[in-house]
């Protein structure tokens, strides 16, 4: 049998996946326990209060619904940039094309200063919204301004390389047989990117859920209106009270896996159907 042996310049499997699981127990695991152990020094009904508690309420609503709501802009927006980078050719795209990066390599303290400044009701941008009486800065539209603004790469470097595995051929084909702009996209480009369309929204999600330097300046980051989660965990532990805030962490950490294991499962039903 050992004649049928595959070669490999990788480690055996017993020292790779020896290694594997060393690493994630020290990245993920350790770090997960210790946020739970020190939870559990609550107890049930201490964590229940803390968790239930109003301005925390308060500060999970503001952080989840801004995160979605700028998950689902930049999964619009994101499959249109996508689009025009991998579709057409204009002076310039090289440039457009590595902006798209440019939230990354940029710190978010950087973000939200840049942000704030621009929306705050004399800003360049803000004051053209405050003489509509849209207030941007110091709101939770502001937040979710940041928060398009740091997910927007996380939706195009996920659907742009399947954008371009779709053949323009194939457009062509369905065209010639009499489908529409409409019916073409529809029924050959969106089921094509819509895996990873959803990978992209779910990365963006992940990542606006955790954000907190981009935010904090652009949020006025006032209690019951627009306090994120992280801040107030951030509040807790300048207070010492280190308990209370693993325990805002714990919820935020159970709400979010919820909520990507719903997005993953979608994922994997439309992959199914799609093979079918």
Request: aromatic fraction near 14%; hydrophobic fraction near 60%.
């Amino acid at each position: 049998m050992s004649r049928f042996k595959a070669h490999s310049v990788l480690p055996g499997f017993n020292l790779a996946l020896g290694f594997t699981l060393l690493y994630l127990s020290l990245i993920v695991l350790i770090p997960l326990s210790a946020l739970f152990f020190k939870t559990a020094t609550l107890g049930w009904g201490g964590f229940w209060d803390v968790a239930t508690g109003d301005r925390v309420v308060a500060s999970l609503r503001v952080t989840f619904v801004t995160s979605f709501a700028a998950a689902v802009i930049n999964a619009f927006f994101g499959l249109v940039v996508a689009w025009v980078l991998v579709r057409y050719r204009f002076p310039g795209k090289r440039i457009v094309d590595a902006l798209v990066d440019l939230p990354f390599a940029l710190p978010t303290a950087v973000a939200g200063i840049t942000l704030a400044t621009l929306y705050a009701p004399n800003g360049w941008l803000g004051q053209y919204f405050a003489a509509h009486d849209i207030k941007v800065a110091y709101t939770p539209l502001g937040i979710v301004v940041a928060l398009t603004f740091i997910g927007l790469p996380f939706v195009v470097r996920t659907v742009q390389p399947v954008l371009a595995d779709v053949e323009a051929e194939v457009e062509e084909a369905a065209a010639s047989l009499g489908a529409g702009r409409w019916d073409v996209f529809r029924r050959v480009i969106f089921p094509a990117v819509f895996p990873a369309l959803l990978t992209g929204f779910a990365l963006a999600f992940a990542r606006a859920i955790g954000e907190y330097g981009s935010v904090i300046f652009i949020a006025g980051n006032m209690p019951f209106i627009s306090e994120i989660a992280p801040l107030l965990i951030v509040a807790k532990l300048e207070q010492y009270d280190y308990a209370g805030a693993t325990a805002i962490a714990v919820v935020m950490l159970l709400i979010s896996f919820a909520l990507l294991l719903s997005i993953n499962a979608l994922q994997w039903w439309s992959s199914r159907k799609g093979t079918r």
